[in-house]
């Protein structure tokens, strides 16, 4: 257990579909991330959060569209995907100061859009 | 913007030899980390190194910090099977942003 929570662990959705991704960190942290895994681009930055703003959009189609109502939770909404958005989607959460500590991931979501 | 790339993407090994990866940043960097990901697992933090030519050692796990802060390696001796995985390296640069290399996949075969 890392203290990053993500639900669900499983989601098939279809094209039309609107789902959402939850992660809830219960580490304290200040900032958390989005990051889509596939075989293609093993970890890949999609969104950052500093103290609930946003500070990167890593050009990021406007399907995905990140929510961060307080520092321990973040979402990802998900519109009319695409099936190459299949993947797994791993949110982490860090403690972002001087010292730049590590960041713990969630066991993500694995996304399967038929 | 920053770039870190890994190689190999892919190692096969038996069990016993060394295994070595390698991260290259396109900037320099303030610190750098290391991940592990199990099959069907998440990215577990490894270590982090800060200084240049820093050398840390985790049991059989041997890490190494560039002089010039921009590249970093993770050497195996004697595998195991336990040791299969992804290795990912993680750069923070003076943004505070965290950037993945692409991973290197170790098999073991036993």
């Known amino acids: 257990e890392t203290g990053v929570t993500q639900t669900p662990r499983h989601l098939v959705m279809g094209m039309t579909n609107k789902k959402s991704l939850k992660c809830e960190q219960h580490?304290?942290?200040?900032?958390m991330y989005w990051y889509k895994q596939s075989a293609k681009k093993p970890l890949e930055l999609m969104f950052v959060?500093?103290?609930?703003?946003?500070?990167e959009n890593n050009s990021v189609p406007s399907r995905f569209s990140p929510e961060c109502p307080n520092s321990s939770h973040l979402f990802l909404h998900l519109h009319t995907l695409q099936p190459e958005d299949s993947a797994l989607y791993l949110c982490?959460?860090?403690?972002?100061?001087?010292?730049?500590?590590?960041?713990?991931f969630g066991q993500g979501t694995r996304l399967t859009v038929v | 913007g920053q770039q870190v790339m890994q190689i190999p993407q892919y190692q096969h090994v038996q069990e016993g030899e060394d295994f070595t990866t390698y991260c290259n940043s396109s900037t320099t960097l303030s610190n750098i980390q290391w991940y592990k990901q199990r099959p069907g697992g998440h990215p577990v933090f490894l270590i982090q190194?800060?200084?240049?030519?820093e050398v840390k050692k985790q049991k059989r796990l041997t890490f190494q910090f560039g002089e010039a802060k921009k590249n970093s390696s993770l050497h195996i001796t004697a595998t195991q099977t336990t040791d299969v995985g992804t290795y990912f390296c993680a750069g923070h640069n003076a943004g505070n942003m965290l950037t993945f290399g692409g991973g290197t996949r170790l098999m073991v075969k036993p």
């Open positions: 190194l800060v200084k240049s030519g």
């Open positions: 982490a959460s860090s403690q972002v100061t001087y010292l730049n500590t590590e960041a713990f």
């Open positions: 959060y500093n103290f609930k703003e946003q500070t």
């Open positions: 580490l304290g942290h200040n900032a």
